[in-house]
């Protein structure tokens, strides 16, 4: 008997939020996989503002103009009107891939729903503000205790209870939630330790794990431009202490993830970024 077909891992990046560093996570953790030897396919949901799909643009260009590889993923922005276009899509884009990542819209979006309830690895990032926080749970203003989970939270719960009642015909495979603290410098000590009190208390309702993310840092920014990461040596010239930092924590990030790698020969050997029409 032929092997079945394997299916990809599903990672989405979501959060209803803008500005919580979702597409510029997103990116860094598809190149990391790719430099460790993964084959990533990556769709942007976001036709609008179009972050990922424009960052994975420019690193492109930089290979063409530098005549270089960089690690990365086969991209391409959503094209489809409806869910099925969507999943067909999906299924073109990942054909042969070890994972298929999705970065959605910072806002409340039918796409952004359905990836998320369908994930396998699920990402929320999140400033450590109560504004962000807001997006998962609400919070008693006198003790900051959470008094109840916010829309978002419960739809993904919900979602994870309807797969874990999927049969083995339906593909039941569990959902891992992880939510990933961003720009945590920025937070003073007490509101830093209040949100901790208030995610603690949450995950254990909701059942999410939660990771360290990255730092706001300017350079960041500065590499958009040029699709660069912290993870192309030999790219970026001389790096600063806290660039190096920054590299650590984005491997921190990756390894908090708990992704499942693929075990293969040719694992080592890492796939350049690319738009789907050259793949």
Same mark, same amino acid.
């Given at each position: 008997?032929?092997?079945?077909?394997?299916?990809?891992?599903?990672?989405?990046?979501?959060?209803?939020?803008?500005?919580?560093?979702?597409?510029?996570?997103?990116?860094?953790?598809?190149?990391?996989?790719?430099?460790?030897?993964?084959?990533?396919?990556?769709?942007?949901?976001?036709?609008?503002?179009?972050?990922?799909?424009?960052?994975?643009?420019?690193?492109?260009?930089?290979?063409?103009?530098?005549?270089?590889?960089?690690?990365?993923?086969?991209?391409?922005?959503?094209?489809?009107?409806?869910?099925?276009?969507?999943?067909?899509?999906?299924?073109?884009?990942?054909?042969?891939?070890?994972?298929?990542?999705?970065?959605?819209?910072?806002?409340?979006?039918?796409?952004?729903?359905?990836?998320?309830?369908?994930?396998?690895?699920?990402?929320?990032?999140?400033?450590?503000?109560?504004?962000?926080?807001?997006?998962?749970?609400?919070?008693?203003?006198?003790?900051?205790?959470? $008094?109840? #989970?916010?829309?978002?939270?419960? +739809?993904?719960?919900?979602? &994870?209870?309807? @797969?874990?009642? /999927? *049969?083995?015909?339906?593909?039941?495979?569990?959902?891992?939630?992880?939510?990933?603290?961003?720009?945590?410098?920025?937070?003073?000590?007490?509101?830093?330790?209040?949100?901790?009190?208030?995610?603690?208390?949450?995950?254990?309702?909701?059942?999410?794990?939660?990771?360290?993310?990255?730092?706001?840092?300017?350079?960041?920014?500065?590499?958009?431009?040029?699709?660069?990461?912290?993870?192309?040596?030999?790219?970026?010239?001389?790096?600063?202490?806290?660039?190096?930092?920054?590299?650590?924590?984005? $491997?921190? #990030?990756?390894?908090?993830?708990? +992704?499942?790698?693929?075990? &293969?020969?040719? @694992?080592?050997? /890492? *796939?350049?970024?690319?738009?789907?029409?050259?793949?």
């Amino acid at each position: 008997m032929s092997a079945p077909p394997t299916v990809p891992h599903r990672i989405v990046f979501a959060n209803e939020k803008g500005g919580t560093g979702k597409s510029t996570t997103a990116v860094h953790v598809a190149v990391a996989l790719a430099y460790q030897g993964a084959k990533v396919a990556a769709l942007d949901l976001d036709t609008r503002q179009k972050t990922f799909f424009r960052y994975c643009e420019n690193r492109a260009e930089t290979q063409r103009r530098r005549g270089i590889m960089l690690a990365g993923p086969v991209f391409d922005i959503c094209h489809g009107d409806s869910i099925e276009a969507l999943e067909e899509e999906a299924a073109r884009i990942s054909k042969g891939m070890d994972f298929l990542l999705f970065d959605t819209p910072g806002r409340d979006d039918p796409f952004a729903r359905h990836v998320a309830a369908s994930a396998d690895t699920l990402v929320t990032p999140m400033n450590d503000s109560f504004v962000d926080f807001d997006l998962i749970g609400h919070v008693d203003a006198e003790n900051f205790k959470v $008094r109840k #989970l916010s829309f978002y939270a419960e +739809l993904i719960w919900e979602a &994870r209870i309807k @797969r874990s009642r /999927a *049969t083995i015909e339906e593909q039941k495979r569990e959902m891992d939630w992880v939510v990933v603290r961003n720009r945590t410098g920025f937070t003073d000590a007490r509101n830093q330790r209040r949100i901790d009190g208030a995610l603690t208390e949450l995950s254990k309702r909701v059942g999410f794990r939660v990771s360290q993310g990255l730092s706001e840092r300017v350079i960041y920014r500065e590499l958009f431009p040029s699709g660069l990461t912290l993870l192309d040596k030999g790219q970026l010239g001389e790096l600063g202490t806290s660039h190096l930092v920054a590299r650590q924590e984005l $491997r921190n #990030l990756v390894g908090n993830l708990r +992704l499942p790698m693929p075990e &293969r020969d040719d @694992r080592t050997e /890492a *796939t350049a970024t690319r738009p789907l029409e050259l793949a």
